[in-house]
Structure formats: structure tokens, C-alpha cells
T-cell receptor, first 116, second 117 residues
């Protein structure tokens, strides 16, 4: 199956600084790359995603960049705010093969703490 | 439109007891999934379903069974609970076939916290 690694596992930044989380994957068949945010005690929620035919996507303060050749994609958060504090998961999607359903493979998460 | 809901929110079981977790979605999604989340492990797929009456194993299926008798419901059963099944369980759904939206985007329920003593 897909081997997914996320770095760093924890990240502390000062309010207003930028944060970058990197996700590497192993399967070249992966073709959809989302990032989920999970606040303490809450459900994971999709915050941004990118498809394999696009290199970068932005949505206000967050962006995702993809390097398919190197098999990694990154989450960028600018002008961080205390409410950005959460666990962030990457979850590359590997397309189905034959009778196998396509599915997400979750990284272990990055705990981001933004200090005021 | 409630999205994805899960019942119960929290449960304590003794080793050997059985229970069923219920997931319901009102988005007409074709696919449904059960994950477990343990500290430092991300979300691991237990079982999934691509449609009414069909289920398949994920990466950690042992000790669990599932059923999808109705399109909107996906049940996760523990026949004989073990302490190793203490976890937070999330249900997710995806793929509203008739809307043309992507099948990859998954929407999660609020989770069920299970403690097995």
C-alpha cells in the first residue's frame, strides 16, 4: 500500500508567522492530495486539496503545493492565527486498481500550535 | 441537511461485550468508510462500502464486522470487545454520484469515543 510520511510531527510558531508541513508518499498512482484539519475533540475537516495536474492551489491564507516527480506535497499557512492551532493530516488518494477501491492514506498528523 | 452523524458519541464496554456503532449520512453518497484514530497513528481504515449491500476490508479489519443494508447507513459491529479496540471511531462518506462531484472527497462524522475496560 501507500507509505505516507508527514514532517514535522509538531510545529510551534508565533502568531503572524508562516507554517509549512510536508507530506511524502510512495505510490505514483496517487492522484489527489488533500489536507485535513482536526481541532481537539472534533472531526477531521477538509481545508484544501489539489489534483495531480496542478502544481499549486491557494485559498486565502492557506496553499498547497505539489511535486509529483519527487512525490511530496506541502501545506503552507501564512499569517498564522491562534485558531489555526490543530492537528493537520495529509491524505494522498491512490486510485483504485481492478477490484480495489481507490482510497485515502492518512499521515500521522502534525500538531501545529500558534502562540499569541 | 445533517451531513454525517454517528451514534453513540461515547461508550464504555467491558471486555467481551458486543456493540454496534451507527453511521448515517443524508448526502446520497455512494461510498462509506469506518476509521479508527489512535494517538500518533492518524486515521486507519477498518472497513468500507461502495454501495448498498457491499462491504470490503480496509487495513485493520480484525475484530470488526460491518453491514450496509441501506444506502444511508453503515454499521460497525464489535462482537467481542477487547481493550485494544479502545479508540475514537470516525465514519466518513463520499461520492454523490448524481451530482458530478469528485468521489475522493470524504466528509467525516463527529466520532464515537469507545473505551473497553
Amino acid at each position: 500500500g501507500e507509505n505516507v510520511e508527514q514532517h514535522p510531527s509538531t510545529l510551534s510558531v508565533q502568531e503572524g508567522d508562516s507554517a509549512v508541513i510536508k507530506c511524502t508518499y510512495s505510490d505514483s498512482a496517487s492522484n489527489y492530495f488533500p489536507w485535513y484539519k482536526q481541532e481537539l475533540g472534533k472531526r477531521p475537516q477538509l481545508i484544501i486539496d489539489i489534483r495531480s495536474n496542478v502544481g499549486e492551489k491557494k485559498d486565502q491564507r492557506i496553499a498547497v503545493t505539489l511535486n509529483k516527480t519527487a512525490k511530496h506535497f506541502s501545506l503552507h499557512i501564512t499569517e498564522t492565527q491562534p485558531e489555526d492551532s490543530a492537528v493537520y493530516f495529509c491524505a494522498p488518494y491512490r486510485a483504485g486498481r481492478g477490484s480495489t477501491l481507490g482510497r485515502l492514506y492518512f499521515g500521522r498528523g502534525t500538531q501545529l500550535t500558534v502562540w499569541p | 441537511n445533517a451531513g454525517v452523524t454517528q451514534t453513540p458519541k461515547f461508550r464504555v464496554l467491558k471486555t467481551g461485550q458486543s456493540m454496534t456503532l451507527l453511521c448515517a449520512q443524508d448526502m446520497n453518497h455512494e461510498y462509506m468508510y469506518w476509521y479508527r484514530q489512535d494517538p500518533g497513528m492518524g486515521l486507519r481504515l477498518i472497513h468500507y462500502s461502495v454501495g448498498e449491500g457491499t462491504t470490503a476490508k480496509g487495513e485493520v479489519p480484525d475484530g470488526y464486522n460491518v453491514s450496509r443494508l441501506k444506502k444511508q447507513n453503515f454499521l460497525l459491529g464489535l462482537e467481542s470487545a477487547a481493550p485494544s479496540q479502545t479508540s475514537v471511531y470516525f465514519c466518513a462518506s463520499s461520492y454523490p454520484r448524481t451530482s458530478g462531484r469528485a468521489r475522493e472527497t470524504q466528509y467525516f462524522g463527529p466520532g464515537t469515543r469507545l473505551l473497553v475496560l
